[in-house]
């Protein structure tokens, strides 16, 4: 992209701080992977913070990039953008202070201090939802000068938001859970990242991911950093067209950048697909591999069309930006 990531100074300041202060909480986190052996529903009680500073790492960091490539409304940006980290900031808090507690952050409506806190939780990620969709709303009307990083942007965003809403999902109270309100077992958990088996049940290693169910954080974590994937394959791209001639044409980039982000898009809908099957990650049916497989086929059919068609045109026809009659 013709945009280069070297501007740091104007990246968004608060974004890019805060980042750090998650890098920091990971390394924390790490050690108290090491140091404390307490488990919560299966998992070491430090993995979650661990997780959610890496992610909020990386969401900080490039929306702290993305925002300074606005030419307009850049204050509005930057108001959205320190409510975002404050949101962060609260959300992340909570979670650290139930890890403390020996507490599950999510779900958890077991007393009423932990019912607080959830909700504290639920109304910050909501919120935080709704300032990503302005500074996506801003970022998709912001003119980039390559059109392949343009797309890669726009597509990058709106589909890390879709992703992001995945979350929603989490929240609805299980079948078992709907049945133990209603006979008095009720234990205190309202929502699920598990589909058809209870939360804290076998899992991947280090994602946690269950192996013997579905597990709406895979099209969560998968959509959500369509963020950062997309991008890097247009700057990718746009390095190895220094050396790959047929990557030259900045239509041919844009074409395979569009292919990416459908695919990309595909992936996201089949892994939700496959999650609330509850089917595991690991264990995909006969119909799932199917599925899969015309997905990968089509994107690599796709892609080799890319590479071998004759580009028509300035990469600027592709979105629509043409030049006017007259125009030099």
Request: positive net charge; charged residues 15%.
């Amino acid at each position: 992209m013709s945009t280069p990531l070297g501007r740091v100074r104007s990246w968004h300041r608060p974004m890019t701080w805060f980042a750090g202060v998650m890098l920091v909480m990971a390394a924390v986190s790490a050690a108290g992977l090491a140091l404390d052996d307490r488990v919560l529903l299966g998992a070491p009680i430090w993995l979650k913070p661990l997780k959610f500073a890496v992610s909020i790492s990386l969401y900080c960091i490039t929306w702290a990039w993305l925002t300074s490539l606005l030419r307009r409304h850049r204050r509005v940006a930057s108001v959205v953008s320190t409510a975002i980290v404050v949101l962060l900031a609260v959300e992340y808090a909570v979670i650290v202070v139930q890890a403390v507690r020996g507490r599950s952050s999510h779900f958890n409506v077991s007393t009423a201090l932990d019912s607080t806190l959830f909700t504290i939780m639920a109304v910050s990620i909501a919120a935080l939802w709704t300032g990503t969709l302005v500074l996506t709303v801003l970022l998709v009307r912001t003119p980039v000068a390559d059109a392949a990083g343009r797309w890669a942007i726009r597509l990058g965003a709106l589909i890390a938001l879709a992703g992001l809403a995945l979350g929603a999902l989490m929240t609805r109270p299980t079948s078992a859970q709907v049945e133990s309100m209603a006979d008095g077992t009720f234990e205190g958990l309202v929502g699920a990242h598990s589909v058809g088996v209870p939360d804290g049940g076998p899992g991947m290693a280090v994602t946690g991911w269950s192996t013997t169910g579905g597990d709406l954080r895979i099209p969560h974590f998968v959509g959500m950093h369509a963020l950062q994937a997309l991008p890097l394959l247009a700057l990718l791209l746009g390095a190895l067209a220094t050396r790959l001639p047929r990557l030259r044409s900045g239509v041919v980039r844009t074409r395979l950048v569009l292919t990416a982000a459908a695919g990309y898009a595909g992936l996201t809908g089949l892994l939700t697909w496959q999650a609330l099957r509850g089917q595991p990650l690991t264990a995909p049916d006969p119909a799932t591999l199917l599925a899969f497989g015309l997905l990968a086929g089509a994107v690599v059919v796709a892609a080799g069309l890319c590479l071998v068609r004759t580009p028509d045109g300035p990469p600027e026809h592709l979105d629509g930006d043409r030049p006017k009659a007259g125009a030099r």
